[in-house]
């Protein structure tokens, strides 16, 4: 079946022919501020043209032919987080909050959970999954640049372990693998490899999934399902099937900007005719009922080393390396990528810090501020030649964390991990 020709069994004639105008304008763009590391005045002054997000607080639309974000010095400071502009609604709905046990079942590259992880403020925590190990490592990449801490990062076919999570999450986002009719205007390879039966290959992994994320979730709990496909397949027929199959309750949603099927109201559509984003489905799911706190906690272990610990309580020690949660969980068979911050590396009575702790730290007892000049020159793997009392410094520039690196006394050891070494323009 043609791809137009299948989405009238939700759209009329009218809507398909404003669909179809609507894939062939250029497409939107948004970033998402973090507001731990810049205040939005100080980001509008940089980037005036930014236009809010019609919905999500903090999220601004962009053109990019006018800001190459991507590039920018601020986005690698971990400032802002460059997302979809439909995308940005789903965890921004499902709400996450501060002391909340959260799953993000698929969650690579890592948009919806560094989302989740800036709207819990850092605390509660979110195991971020990925079913691909390769892709799980971008979720660290971003989480590490973001300075993100409430993250347990796995990569895990939750299916084979999930009798040991039964009801175990306040919240979880189920962003389903998907025939990705809503990538059409970005990549359009995406349009030249789409066919009826991808669709209904996707339908029967999205229902699998569906089923046993709502298992994994708590009494009272709310679950959001998402996916970047047009296809009443993949969305309202997946929501069927759960409910045919479970106790789960709808809640509604109301939005001018939001599109509801109107033979089967399931869940939003956001529509690029209608949105200003790419595409996007989503439906926000509760398990009657009222929550009760199970998660067990383990016991507090501090360590004598003296750490800036922006608030958290738990220390794990796994070989040589030390890690700091807010919220630490009884993680059962998971293959664990990272284990909320890695503070680095204990050497005898010394710890040699982390990348990731110096994006994550609100303070340090040893400060430098550096110059554009002197950041570029860091990026760029150098060393540089200041006079500054020898040990750990954490390097700032304008007040963003950039590095924690050693100083011999005169020279400032670049420790910045290689595969970050880049060049700005
Ligand atoms: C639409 S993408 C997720 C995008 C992500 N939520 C974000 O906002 O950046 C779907 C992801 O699901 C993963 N995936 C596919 N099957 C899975 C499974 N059975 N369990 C967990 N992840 C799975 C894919 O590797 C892919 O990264």
New binding site residues.
Partial sequence: MEFFEHLKSYLSEEEIILLKESLEQPSKHALLLNTEKMEEDTLLNIYPLLKKHPLVKNGYLYDKNVYDLGRSIYHELGCFYL?EPS?MV?AYLLNPEENDTVL??????????IQASLLMNNKGVIVA????KN?ALAILENAERMGRGNLVITN????LISDNYHTYFDKI?V????SGSGMFRKNNLMEKDWSYQKVLKYRE?QKS?ILMAYHLLKVGGTMVYS??SFSFEENEEVISYLLDNSDAEILPLNHPLFYVNKKCPYGVHLLPCIFPGEGHYLCLIKKKGVTKNQNRLLNKSKLSFNIVDNGYSFFTQYGPYLYLQDKALNLKPLNIIRNGVKVGKIDKNEIRYDYHYARFVKDFPNKLAISEEQLRRYYLGESLDINFPKGYVLLTYQNLHVDIAKSDGRTIKNRLPKGLRKKFY
């Fill in positions: 997302q995308a789903v993000d079942l698929c969650a690579a590259p890592g948009g919806k959970t999954n990925d079913i691909s892709r895990n076919d939750f299916s986002i962003d389903a693998p998907c992994i999934l996916t970047c």
